[in-house]
């Protein structure tokens, strides 16, 4: 039985409180699927601009924020990498300013610890200074270059010939931001049922009938245990299953998402005291991802990380982990292929240093020499869901779509929320507000 999950009611009163509900009522306006970061922060915004309407968010897990917005690096990022003009950018500058906000409002603890991106090769220097550029163009706040001695004032251990210096960049617990934003919808009068898996969504049969809930709510969602809920509309911000979802619908199943695991190390706690605050390398621009790099943890650890190989599980965080289906999936799909005929080098090395802690610590040690194997632990990991369109490229900014017909124009599929989603997740949330607006009259 799907459950209904709130702070006041838990065990059997959950159950019978459910149960009660769903024979006054299991109709809703709007249903959101997914209970990550994005679905849990447009359902609270969509609740809070139109309080008169029914809202329900259904997640599979049992608990919320149990997939990327629970295993990320937690950095609040400032908006520095992404193309000027683009979504990302500046969902990202808007999203990192109401994240700071929303935590000080909520008591939320985070740190704004600043970040170095270190060029440590003369030939990387060129594209440092290109970042700084882009930086400046989205508005980035306080960002400026630095020479080896000042690296070496804010990071005493870290060498480098140039660095990109980012004050406004700090570092968060997002599950507890994204039960934050929970509680909020709950207050506000929405309705979160977990354990309840979307495998199914169509027109209700009965709305032909002309009875009453039928035509208001014409739209029947199932779980995998059979489950139904009504509503009018529904938004998918369903992370690594977007493109599942979207196809269940009978919209496109392109973009694809494919997953990319990312393994993080982390520091010994004695070594803790080598990093004051983010470390990252000089991206590869050909890349989405950001590079392996240190960053502090809210709980005073120090993560290491985390690379990006690809998984053989959507939601498998061990190296072994392997879905047949999700192997599948992936193995048929000709964009994965030119993606990887694209970028086989570098696909191996990021494989091979998978497996080998002391690749890993080789890459760590161009920035902080002293780090050595015996420093270092194995740690989580998270998957991203990224999207990949049919001739190979990774999508790189967010994507929005919906169907045609009765039910496909009925739906809004968030369908690329990559990083930095979690830092934008405010942001992203009022663009879907306004989206959900605009397509469905609300
Ligand atoms: C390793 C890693 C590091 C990252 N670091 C950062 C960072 O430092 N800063 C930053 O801003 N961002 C970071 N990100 C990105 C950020 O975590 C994600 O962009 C963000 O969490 C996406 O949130 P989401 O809600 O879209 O997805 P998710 O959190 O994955 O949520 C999707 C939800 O949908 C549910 N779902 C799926 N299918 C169904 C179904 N059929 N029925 C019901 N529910 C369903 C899932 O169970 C899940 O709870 C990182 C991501 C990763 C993986």
């Known amino acids: 039985m799907a459950a209904l ?27 959101v699927v997914g209970a990550g970061i994005v679905g849990l922060a447009a359902a609270r915004q969509l609740v809070l601009r139109h309080p008169a309407l029914g809202f329900a968010v259904l997640e599979k897990e049992r608990q919320l924020a149990h997939h990327q917005s629970g295993h990320n690096s937690g950095v609040i990022h400032s908006g520095i990498y992404y193309t000027p003009g683009s979504l990302k950018a500046k969902l990202c500058v808007q999203g990192a300013a109401l994240c700071y906000e929303y935590c000080d409002r909520k008591g939320i603890p985070y740190k704004q610890c600043g970040k170095l991106i270190v060029a440590v090769e003369q030939d990387e220097i060129p594209r440092l200074k290109a970042l700084y550029e882009r930086g400046l163009q989205n508005n980035v706040r306080g960002l400026k ?18 660095a990109l ?63 139904e809920i009504y509503c009018r509309h529904i938004v998918t911000c369903a992370g690594l299953y977007s493109d599942r979802l979207s196809e269940i619908s009978g919209c496109s199943p392109e973009p694809r998402i494919v997953p990319f695991r990312g393994d993080y190390l982390v520091l010994k706690p004695e070594k803790c005291y080598m ?50 289906t999700d192997f599948l999936d992936a193995v048929l799909y000709s964009g994965l292929w030119k993606l990887v005929l694209k970028n086989l080098s570098y696909g191996l090395s990021e494989m091979y240093r998978a497996c080998f802690l002391s690749a890993q610590v080789e890459e760590l040690q ?77």
């Open 145 to 162: 270059l630095i020479g080896a001695k000042e690296i070496q004032a804010k990071e005493p251990f870290c060498r480098g010939l140039m």
């Open 275 to 324: 990093v004051k605050g983010n470390i990252y390398p000089v991206p590869n621009p050909r890349f989405p991802f950001l590079g392996f790099h240190f960053t502090p943890r809210m709980d005073g650890s120090v993560w290491l990380g985390p690379n990006a190989v690809l998984a053989f599980k959507r939601e498998g965080y061990k190296l072994f982990d392997f879905s047949a």
């Open 5 to 31: 999950l709130g702070r006041r009611c838990c065990g059997a009163a959950a159950v019978a409180l459910w149960r009660a509900q769903r024979r006054q009522r299991s109709t809703f306006d709007v249903a």
């Open 165 to 227: 210096d980012s004050p406004y960049t700090g570092i968060v617990d997002y599950r507890q931001v994204a039960q934050s934003y929970a509680e909020d919808f709950q207050e506000a009068g929405g309705t979160i049922l977990t354990d309840f898996e979307v495998t199914d969504m169509e027109m209700a049969k009965e709305s032909s009938s002309g009875s009453e809930d039928g035509l208001q709510y014409p739209v029947v969602v199932r779980s995998s245990k059979g489950e």
């Open 366 to 442: 161009k920035f902080i020499p002293e780090v050595t194997v015996n420093d270092v632990l194995r740690g989580p990991s998270g998957v991203r869901a990224q999207a990949l369109d049919s001739d190979g490229n990774l999508v790189d900014d967010f994507v929005f779509d919906g169907g045609t017909g009765d039910l496909g124009s009925r739906i809004l599929h968030v369908r690329n929320a990559p990083s930095p989603a979690a830092t934008s997740s405010l942001a992203i949330a009022e663009m879907i507000a306004d989206e959900v607006k605009q397509r469905f009259e609300l």
